[in-house]
């Protein structure tokens, strides 16, 4: 039988569990990611959002359940993780292999606004820039999963709002799928087209975000979605006018 392309997942993964010490973090989770499609998950501390991330990044073979993913899988963490005593061309380019690996590297920091940047040392790039550069690094393999953990969390908010509109544009121009993991509701309804909340090791709530980008914080839709994902992470929305 022929699959359709309403079929087609780069993600799938059920009934994924994971312990801890004897404390259950997931417990028997259940999610799709679709192709080109950006998911924003949020839950509050310890409630296994990176553990889910590291799990479909390949970096924890511990869970129980099934995991699927299709294509390549990318991460770029909260810290940028770059190798301080390789340039960043160098970090870039790390793992690939092949004569047009340089020149490949190259187009990517050029897509993150940082080709004259190729022979720096990571330690004098400022937070914003060695974020790029790992997303650089990240999409230059041209990954059908683009996995997020944090990754502006540590930016100042005028830093933050430039690595967003770039996030964008980036996957606007690569389409791979994206789990994006992050505290941040408002974060969450700008950038995504479905915001997950994960609760007792499951996704317990889903809200689609039918918007056009950009998106303004204050306009009704995202006001009215912001108060209802507040409410499920357990924060009343007056408190956090």
Known sequence: MATRAADLKVATVRGLTRDFDGRRVLDGLDLDIAPGEFTALLGRSGSGKSTLLRILAGLDREARGEVRVEGEV????QEPRLVPWKR???NVVLGLRGPAAVDRA???LAEVGLEGHAGAWPLTLSGGEAQRVSLARALVREP???LLDEPF???DALTRIAV????LDLWARHRPGILLVTHDVDEALLLADRVLVLDEG??????????????????SDLVTLRAELLRRLGVNPEETA
């Open 153 to 155: 969390s540590a930016l």
């Open 202 to 219: 499951r996704v317990a709530h889903e809200s689609a975000v039918p918007l056009a980008r950009p998106r303004h914080r204050d306009h």
């Open 106 to 108: 190259r187009s990517s």
């Open 74 to 77: 990318a991460v770029a963490f």
């Open 144 to 146: 059908g999963l683009l």
């Open 88 to 90: 960043v061309l160098a």
């Open 164 to 167: 967003h509109q770039l996030v």
